[in-house]
């Protein structure tokens, strides 16, 4: 029940809403945090506010199936409707108690969210709200119900009218009014409309029956068929316009036995489970994805380390390069565009701004590669639930027809943090070690969000559908789920301290679920960190040598020996283990980075739990011996080398020629190209050369890093205002309530504004005395009052100390003690009554 001040029923949403507690304000504004932009000065503001279209749409944007229909049968619901009435629209003339005790709860959700006010023997939908539901000829409700016979017959003839009432036995009248009047008494009578129906030929009830579950128009010629005729003259079917029959709400209602929609949705489907698999083969599945996850990105940081691919002058990556990437990665471009995503929404890449614009990790990326494997793993996972970027998007189309590219602009959709939320905790309301079916998980989503998928119609899915299903596939991919079951990190993702595992989501699987905010989602994923970390193999640091060059990791190395086996070996396939091949150009690529011989010997027979094979002795002691019996350096460019016929031979080799080489001295050639290319070309002719500097000393090439400058992760571009917090919703209440105070105040007579909102106004001398004389007597006063911004305000004060030129008091408004410049007062009014 809704009351108005004073224990009277409400006349407007305001007083409605006047009359709430401070806990009913609180859960409207979070319900509706977009009433919160800014904060309403009073109750009447808050009450405009939430009948805005802007702000109404999106409340009913954010209602459930079964709530949304009973706000459509209200629509369509005489105003005022009695509770009984709207109930009988939604169970019929036959009654169901699981929808009867359904609508309470849906009245009661329309009511908080000030979608409905007034008591239950009046309720009114918000007149924004029923302009958005009620059945119109341009917006057809989803009832199928067309207009009331009030509505249809506005400017038909009087004459036309009386006509009707003879050919439905009903006697004559005076007047138009009264007329239609009889009609509907008529219509909305059960037993003498059912007799009326009982007259009408079989091919006029086939004319209805195609009408009654909507589109409820029809088209006509102008000399209508016999049965359409007989529907004419008794007013079952009235005219729309030339050429278009309606048929009435009241006819419509009567044919459906008195329900409003053809089938209601009390309860929310249930999630279904689709397959139910061991907790070991879940968690087993769950830690090896998240494994791969990191070293995808690790290898994705590293192809991208010496420089990535360009920026598009739109903004993100090329077709071409995302190809090329994938490639890389061993994947497809799909979930390339999902990894490179996933590492920019987490900070780890970023474009480095230069002239020739490119992509590289940033010192994040760093700093990140430093934490454990589970922390690197919350890092990951943290990006993913926040962020609105939606990789599923890359590679299609927006309205404009242009291609949406990875790492581009427009990829942003507010929805998908709260739908990866939501669809966790789904899958959490199944028994643990339960996959989910993925049908009846995007059919209880739409039942949730009904109106956001009717929206999408016309698209192939709607958009809550995709993220959805996209969810999955990224849960699978980052190891939150292990065969589509949700794991025991993806379980303390949502489970809150404390609580048993398996019972969070379970104990209200109806509610969507609730945003977290930073410190609570921080708290998330330390929990999910420690649940992950015993679940993911120890690094190792050995591996297993074999005679055939080969080198196998048995699992995941420490990263000292992981990089210098990168450096020294070529990755030949990866796995379960991974396989390093040792050839002449990797031994060579580890002595340009400044390994000796000796180095990767003692390397080896430190860490090989095999013995190491004679043939890569070999190979080692062999590439060294060569390694840098050529030097390289800059004349140009030359070639030296204390063995004169070993450059003869260089020389007279064909595949010399376009270096452009010529001796200069008996050991040094000189070249026309440049040191990279004179040492590129050496090696292909099978030699080892190695550059020095201009001192004469071997050069040791290093890999190169290049890092962005400090870069901040995107930040979300969410669906609409956040959650306020507490703290904010306290504030809120207790000023929209001062303000009210301040505007709903009774003034002495001769005190009102000139309009409602007008600040007092008074001159200054008058001011200051009725200030100080409320600080002798303790009286409370209004007053209008322009802070240093220029923002204008009122207020109710109690004055206690007036000197120096500023008024001390008690602000009601704000709820503390303050101190205001008598200068920026526009005016007082003394009140009839003390507030207090």
């Known amino acids: 029940m809704s009351q108005g001040t004073g224990g009277t029923p409400p006349r407007t949403l305001a007083e409605a809403l006047r009359g709430r507690g401070d806990e009913s304000l609180t859960a409207l504004l979070r319900a509706r945090p977009d009433l919160l932009s800014p904060v309403p000065n009073d109750i009447s503001q808050l009450a405009t506010r939430?009948?805005?279209?802007?702000?109404?749409?999106?409340?009913?944007?954010?209602?459930?199936?079964?709530?949304?229909?009973?706000?459509?049968?209200?629509?369509?619901?005489?105003?005022?409707?009695?509770?009984?009435?709207?109930r009988a629209l939604l169970t019929g003339d036959e009654g169901d108690e699981r929808i009867a005790q359904g609508v309470a709860t849906a009245v009661a959700t329309l009511r908080d969210q000030a979608l409905i006010w007034g008591d239950d023997d009046r309720l009114r939908l918000v007149r924004t709200a029923r302009e958005i539901l009620a059945p119109s000829p341009t917006h057809p409700s989803p009832t199928g119900l067309g207009p009331t016979v009030a509505e249809a017959t506005v400017g038909m003839s009087p004459t036309r009218l009386q006509e009707i009432l003879t050919a439905a036995w009903l006697p004559s009248t005076h007047d138009p009014v009264s007329a239609v009047a009889s009609l509907t008494e008529l219509f909305t009578d059960r037993t003498r409309m059912a007799a009326l129906l009982d007259?009408?030929?079989?091919?006029?009830?086939?004319?209805l029956d195609r009408l009654v579950w909507g589109p409820p128009y029809g088209e006509v010629t102008s000399s209508p068929t016999p049965p359409v005729q007989w529907l004419r003259d008794r007013g079952l079917l009235l005219p729309a316009s030339t050429r278009t029959v309606v048929l009435p709400r009241e006819v419509a209602l009567h044919l459906r036995a008195g329900r409003a929609h053809r089938v209601v949705e009390p309860a929310a489907p249930a999630v279904a489970a689709r397959a139910e698999y061991r907790p070991q083969v879940v968690d087993s599945a769950a830690a090896a994805q998240a494994f791969t996850a990191l070293g995808t990105i690790e290898e994705l940081a590293k192809d991208w380390n010496e420089g990535g691919p360009n920026v598009l002058r739109a903004g993100g990556l090329s077709v071409r390069d995302l190809k090329r990437t994938?490639?890389?990665?061993?994947?497809?471009?799909?979930?390339?565009?999902?990894?490179?995503?996933?590492?920019?929404?987490?900070?780890?890449?970023?474009?480095?701004?230069?002239?020739?614009?490119?992509?590289?990790?940033?010192?994040?990326?760093?700093?990140?590669?430093?934490?454990?494997?589970?922390?690197?793993?919350a890092r990951l996972v943290t990006a993913w639930l926040t962020a609105t970027r939606t990789p599923g998007l890359v590679g299609t189309q927006d309205t404009k027809g242009r291609t949406l590219a990875a790492l581009g602009p427009d990829l942003d959709r507010g929805p998908a943090p709260e739908v990866r939320q939501r669809v966790l905790h789904l899958l959490a309301t199944l028994p643990e070690d339960s996959a989910a079916d993925p049908e009846s998980l995007l059919e209880r989503l739409r039942w949730e969000r009904p109106l956001r998928t009717a929206a999408a119609a016309g698209r192939p899915e709607d958009l809550r559908s995709r993220l959805a299903a996209w969810t999955l596939g990224d849960a699978e991919l980052l190891g939150v789920t292990g065969r589509g079951a949700l794991s025991s990190q993806g379980r303390a993702l949502l489970t809150p301290p404390g609580a048993a595992s398996g019972t969070a989501s379970a104990a209200d699987p109806g509610a969507p679920a609730l945003t977290l905010t930073d410190a609570e989602l921080s708290a998330a994923t330390q929990r999910a960190a420690h649940a992950l970390a015993p679940l993911l193999p120890e690094p190792l640091d050995h591996v297993l040598l074999q005679a055939d060059l080969t080198a196998v990791a048995p699992g995941p190395l420490l990263r000292p020996l992981a990089e210098l086996l990168s450096v020294a070996a070529e990755i030949e396939s990866k796995g379960g283990a991974t396989v390093?091949?040792?050839?002449?150009?990797?031994?060579?690529?580890?002595?340009?980075?400044?390994?000796?011989?000796?180095?990767?010997?003692?390397?080896?027979?430190?860490?090989?739990?095999?013995?190491?094979?004679?043939?890569?002795?070999?190979?080692?002691?062999?590439?060294?011996?060569?390694h840098g019996h050529l030097r390289v350096g800059a004349a140009s460019a030359y070639v030296r080398c204390d063995d004169d016929a070993l450059l003869g031979e260089i020389l007279a080799d064909k595949r010399s020629q376009g270096l452009r080489l010529r001796r200069i001295a008996p050991t040094v050639l000189a070249a026309q190209a440049d040191p990279t290319t004179l040492l590129e070309g050496l090696r292909s002719m099978g030699l080892a050369p190695a550059a020095e500097s201009a001192e004469g000393d071997v050069l040791i090439t290093r890999?190169?890093?290049?890092r962005t400058p400090a870069r901040t992760a995107p930040a979300p571009v969410p669906d609409g205002p956040r959650a306020p917090e507490p703290v904010l919703l306290g504030a809120a209440?207790?000023?929209?309530?001062?303000?009210?105070?301040?505007?709903?105040?009774?003034?002495?007579?001769?005190?009102?504004?000139?309009?409602?909102?007008?600040?007092?106004?008074?001159?200054a001398a008058e001011t200051l005395a009725t200030v100080q004389a409320a600080a002798m007597t303790g009286a409370t006063i209004w007053i209008g009052y322009v802070n240093v911004d220029g923002a204008a305000s009122q207020r109710v004060i109690a004055p206690v100390r007036v000197e120096g030129g500023f008024v001390t008091a008690y602000d009601h408004t704000a709820d503390v003690v303050r101190t205001f410049p008598l200068h920026r007062i526009t005016g007082v009014a003394e009140l009839a009554d003390d507030p207090a």
């Open 733 to 763: 209440v207790k000023a929209i309530r001062a303000g009210d105070l301040a505007a709903t105040a009774v003034r002495k007579p001769g005190s009102e504004p000139v309009a409602t909102g007008d600040l007092p106004r008074t001159n």
């Open 580 to 626: 390093y091949r040792f050839t002449p150009g990797s031994v060579r690529r580890a002595l340009d980075a400044g390994q000796t011989a000796s180095d990767l010997h003692e390397f080896l027979k430190t860490h090989s739990r095999t013995p190491v094979p004679q043939p890569l002795s070999y190979l080692i002691d062999d590439v060294a011996r060569r």
């Open 703 to 706: 890999a190169f890093a290049h």
């Open 199 to 207: 007259t009408a030929p079989m091919e006029a009830l086939s004319v």
């Open 50 to 86: 939430a009948g805005t279209r802007a702000s109404v749409v999106r409340a009913l944007e954010r209602l459930d199936r079964f709530t949304l229909q009973t706000a459509e049968a209200l629509a369509v619901a005489p105003e005022p409707a009695e509770y009984d009435t709207l």
């Open 326 to 377: 994938a490639t890389a990665l061993g994947v497809t471009e799909t979930l390339a565009a999902f990894w490179v995503e996933l590492a920019f929404a987490a900070g780890l890449l970023a474009a480095d701004g230069e002239s020739d614009e490119r992509y590289a990790p940033t010192p994040a990326y760093d700093d990140w590669q430093e934490l454990p494997d589970p922390e690197k793993w």
